[in-house]
């Protein structure tokens, strides 16, 4: 078995989640070109200049994750969708906290793009997308997450589907759904 293969990492992410330390030191350097290619996938959508670079990102996102208390790591799929999403409340945060420093109504630009299967490139403020997401989690949770694992997560359709416990149909249906829903409301 190869030291970075899924089933190692599902072992060292449920050893970890029983306490051992050790275990966390092993994971780490295995996830963490993975962490990169989510992190490189966020930031590729921000504008230039961005405070928060790639390298960043995911050592924000990593001290959180350490600091995550309660979780049962239960597989690799589920590590990095909550990844995923940690990444995104991080580039929310900074997103508020930079309109809430300069106060002009400057705002963060993202590009929906081919993860999430918009045909055309549609610039969108960073803070309306991720509203717009918390509003379809209040109605339909799972089209959310979906977005979410795809679009800023980069995982692929079985991926999705195995992190959420869903058929792969399952995930394409609603990732269409998801789509039309929040073009709509986006107004693109």
């Known amino acids: 078995m190869s030291a970075s293969s899924p089933q ?3 072992r060292l992410l449920v050893d970890w989640s029983n306490g051992d330390q050790a275990a966390l030191a092993q994971l780490m350097p295995l996830v ?9 996938r966020y930031m590729r959508h921000e504008r230039a200049g961005h405070i928060l670079q790639t ?3 995911i050592n924000e996102a990593y001290l959180r994750l350490v600091d995550y208390d309660g979780i049962q790591w239960q ?3 589920q590590f990095f969708a909550i990844a995923a999403e940690v990444m ?10 930079n309109l809430r420093a300069k106060r002009d109504g400057g705002t963060i630009q993202i590009t929906l793009n ?3 299967g918009f045909s055309k490139a549609p610039s969108l403020n960073v803070l309306a997308l991720n509203e717009a997401m918390e509003k379809l989690a209040t109605f339909d949770e799972r089209k959310s997450k979906v977005i979410e694992l795809q679009f800023f997560g980069g995982l692929d359709n ?3 589907a195995q992190a959420l416990g869903i058929s792969v149909n399952t995930v394409l ?3 269409n759904l998801a789509k039309a829903w929040l073009y709509r409301e986006l107004n693109l």
């Not at 963490?32 to 490189?40: G, Q, Y």
Request: charged letters at 45%.
């Open 32 to 40: 963490h070109d993975e962490l990169r290619r989510i992190a490189h």
């Open 173 to 175: 249906r609603d990732r």
């Open 158 to 160: 079985e991926e999705t």
């Open 8 to 10: 190692e990492i599902t």
């Open 114 to 116: 081919e993860a999430v």
């Open 75 to 77: 597989e690799r799929a």
């Open 55 to 57: 390298s960043a990102l």
């Open 88 to 97: 995104r409340h991080i580039l929310v945060d900074y997103a508020r906290a």
